[in-house]
């Protein structure tokens, strides 16, 4: 298959299909004069987080790693990080990871440039500089292969198992036809599927990480001496149907297809091209698919029973529901329904079909609900303490 | 796990191995609903009201026993089940991440 589609070409080779100014805050500190400038100037999106000081070890990274893979996304045209001057995030490390892609990368702090009025100031000049840049980029045809799609659940209800999950899943299974890349996550909501999953595994050593990962988690949950029951299955995932984190698990696993896992990868760790692939990473909505915009996804499809507005900073979020009520309901946050699958009327392929046209109207431009809705929901998963 | 989805039923069996039937439309206690396996359409007469979504015992499940769902284990009946019941919080609960019960092992029991 060599069908194309319009994208920006980076410098790298890698292809965008949306074509952002992102501002990154590298640290909490300096959040506020991040959002001001993205106010001031159209087009920008800003990630503030809460995080990149007072922070050690495996965190400290992970915040470094999850900052630097969102400025790496395809997405994203050209990056401007201010920092505050003195946290353990170091901006110029930071712009130096990112200018790998061959993007253009602007850093300042607020305490050389003399506080916040003068640094918003200072970084709106920049900002209105580089946007007109990037406007200047035209875009090119490219091959469907180069799109990596993340899926996920949220929100769910007896239907996500039922119809939207299995639907996406034909959606996955036609991007893998086309040359294309599928990641999976939410290492809690596997857990009493994942033997299912580990069978799939194109060799022994994924399967036994799969398990690792898995394993790694619930020994966390017997150590703190917690039930996982009341926080997951949520208590709208009980009021929708669900019972136990093994049901929500088996319901949760069918959005990725029927491909074999040719890889298990770290939460924001890039996604290789090609194939379907597991990111550890929490059932969280907005720290899994931050995770996954920070591996280089494209889009998210986001099934939903219960139904979500979540979106995300630099990436498409597209809307799955199989609960007619829920699309009638919260039609402004849902862009595909597949409730006909429930009533006998549509099938599976069909549902399957409508997914994967939606993913092609999105990646050739078509704004999805949560992008029109101004959603950028950005928040990157902690390891350890704070000091 | 193979997803079958057929209409002309008020209720989905997914696996020839269940125990359960989700619900496709809000139903009430004395209803005798319909689901379909292998051998086409089946009868069961609620002892509960069942609403959308939420599942109902179509064979009769012993105290201590795995419930299945998608021919999968979904958790253990913390009470017996008669055909026609509710099936959720209230007589089953997950196996799995349950540190409360101390060690994996003792989960597992």
Redesign the interface.
């Known amino acids: 298959m060599n069908r194309t589609f319009m994208g920006y070409e980076r410098a790298n080779g890698d292809i965008g299909i949306r074509n952002h100014l992102l501002i990154i805050p590298t640290v909490i500190c300096s959040n506020q004069v991040c959002n001001r400038i993205m106010q001031m100037v159209p087009g920008t999106v800003a990630i503030p987080h809460q995080h990149g000081c007072s922070q050690i070890g495996a965190d400290k990274d992970r915040t470094f790693d999850v900052l630097a893979g969102t400025g790496k996304n395809p997405n994203v045209g050209a990056v401007l990080i201010i920092s505050l001057g003195c946290e353990v995030v170091d901006p110029a490390a930071l712009a130096e990871e990112i200018r790998k892609t061959g993007k253009p990368v602007e850093f300042f702090d607020i305490q050389s440039v003399g506080g916040s009025v003068k640094a918003i100031s200072h970084g709106a000049e920049l900002a209105k500089r580089m946007m007109a840049d990037l406007e200047k980029q035209e875009k090119v045809p490219v091959p469907w292969n180069k799109l990596k799609v993340g899926v996920k659940c949220g929100g769910s209800?007896?239907?996500s198992?039922?119809?939207s999950n299995?639907a996406l899943g034909a959606a996955a299974d036609s991007l893998i036809a086309e040359g294309g890349s599928i990641v999976i996550g939410e290492t809690?909501e596997i857990?009493?599927?994942e033997h299912?999953l580990a069978e799939r595994c194109v060799t022994p050593e994924i399967s036994d990480q799969l398990y690792h990962i898995v394993n790694r988690f619930?020994d966390e949950?017997?150590?703190?001496?917690?039930?996982?029951?009341g926080g997951?299955p949520s208590p709208g995932n009980?009021a929708?149907?669900l019972?136990?984190?093994?049901?929500k698990s088996?319901?949760c696993i069918?959005k990725c297809g029927k491909a074999p896992i040719q890889g298990v990868i770290e939460y924001a760790e890039n996604i290789p091209d090609h194939g379907l692939y597991f990111m550890d990473s929490p059932g969280n909505d907005i720290e899994c698919v931050s995770g996954m915009a920070a591996g280089g996804a494209h889009i998210v499809c986001f099934t939903t029973?219960r139904g979500t507005p979540t979106g995300a900073a630099v990436i498409p979020v597209i809307k799955i529901t199989g609960?007619k009520?829920t699309f009638e309901k919260m039609e402004d946050n849902m862009d595909v329904d597949v409730s006909d699958?429930?009533?006998?009327?549509g099938s599976?392929e069909q549902a399957g079909d409508r997914i994967w046209q939606e993913i092609m109207d999105v990646a050739a431009g078509k704004w999805t609900k949560a992008e029109v809705l101004g959603h950028q929901e950005f928040s990157i998963n902690r390891i350890g303490p704070s000091l | 796990m193979e997803h079958r989805i057929e209409s002309g039923a008020d209720a989905l069996y997914m696996d020839e191995r269940d125990h359960v039937a989700t619900a496709l439309r809000d139903m009430t206690a004395g209803e005798t609903i319909q689901y379909r396996n292998s051998e086409g359409l089946r009868g069961v007469t609620l002892v509960d009201p069942i609403p959308f979504g939420h599942k109902v015992a179509i064979v009769a499940v012993e105290e201590g026993m795995d419930v299945r769902k998608y021919g999968e284990v979904i958790g253990r009946a913390v009470k017996s089940i008669v055909v026609g019941q509710h099936v959720h919080v209230h007589n089953i609960e997950g196996i799995r991440g349950r540190g409360d019960l101390g060690t994996k092992e003792a989960a597992a029991q």
């Open positions: 209800d007896a239907t198992g039922l119809s299995p809690t857990i009493g599927a299912l619930e949950v017997q150590r703190m001496g917690a039930d996982m029951r997951n009980i929708g149907g019972s136990t984190i093994e049901e088996l319901g069918s029973g609960n009520m699958m429930l009533d006998g009327t599976l």
